[in-house]
């Protein structure tokens, strides 16, 4: 008769190193896919805020609202005609160039930033393009905007006289010039508008579809990571360590 040994289970074997590191990085992974679920439903209600047909509000009549990013909005009063800032290192078809920001000031409501659209850099770098700006009163539509204030890049570095030339300008650099300043950057709705340069904004082409694909990968990296954590867990009596 034949002697068949009985087969050898896998037991659980308790490998600190290894719980450490998938506890560690599961975590992350989480975080990192959460984190693109939330993107996602932000582009998604930027994307209907653009492609709904709303009504433009009027400056006095948004400012008791909540500040919308993408919000429509017409505004009357007039530029300033020595506060811009030229914002540096905005190319467009391959020639650098600066996008101008200048501050305007409604009839009726706070002050605010108008983004102006790009113009075209100069040959010479200590050359700054001629800004020419509406004296008398207008009336602009745009939508609303974040400032453009990166999050890893900081300009701490202001030049001295207008137009200043930033690589980012944030709402407390804006302050600096005007206290009683809008939370928020109105983008002219196109470069027909009064005082506009080439200004055919888009909303971001990476969609929510993006960052749903973003977040399936982390999740499946999580997923891979307890998966292989609990096969490298479980050990036959005589394997080695």
Do not use: C
């Not at 450490?20 to 990192?32: M, Q």
Request: charged share 25%; hydrophobic share 40%.
């Amino acid at each position: 008769m034949t002697n068949h040994k009985p087969a050898k289970t896998r037991r659980w074997h308790f490998d600190w190193r290894l719980l450490v590191f998938s506890g560690l990085f599961l975590p992350l992974l989480l975080i990192l896919g959460f984190w693109q679920l939330d993107r996602a439903a932000e582009k998604q209600a930027q994307m209907d805020r653009w492609q709904q047909e709303s009504e433009a509000l009027t400056w006095s009549a948004q400012l008791p609202e909540d500040l919308v990013e993408g919000q429509p909005v017409e505004i009357r009063g007039h530029y300033s005609s020595r506060h811009h800032w030229l914002l540096d290192n905005r190319t467009r078809d391959g020639r650098p160039g600066y996008e101008v920001l200048t501050l305007f000031y409604p009839q009726a409501g706070k002050p605010v930033v108008v983004n102006r659209g790009w113009v075209a850099a100069l040959n010479r770098r200590q050359q700054l393009p001629a800004i020419t700006t509406p004296e008398s009163e207008v009336v602009l539509e745009g939508r609303l905007s974040e400032f453009p204030e990166p999050p890893v890049l900081a300009d701490s570095a202001s030049e001295t006289g207008w137009p200043k030339r930033v690589q980012a300008l944030s709402p407390e650099q804006a302050r600096d010039t005007e206290k009683e300043l809008a939370d928020m950057v109105i983008r002219l709705a196109g470069s027909g508008q009064p005082g506009a340069f080439t200004a055919d904004w888009a909303p971001d082409r990476m969609g929510a579809q993006t960052h749903y694909g973003y977040a399936a990968q982390w999740f499946a990296l999580a997923l891979a990571l307890v998966v292989l954590t609990l096969i490298a867990s479980y050990k036959k009596p005589d394997s080695k360590v």
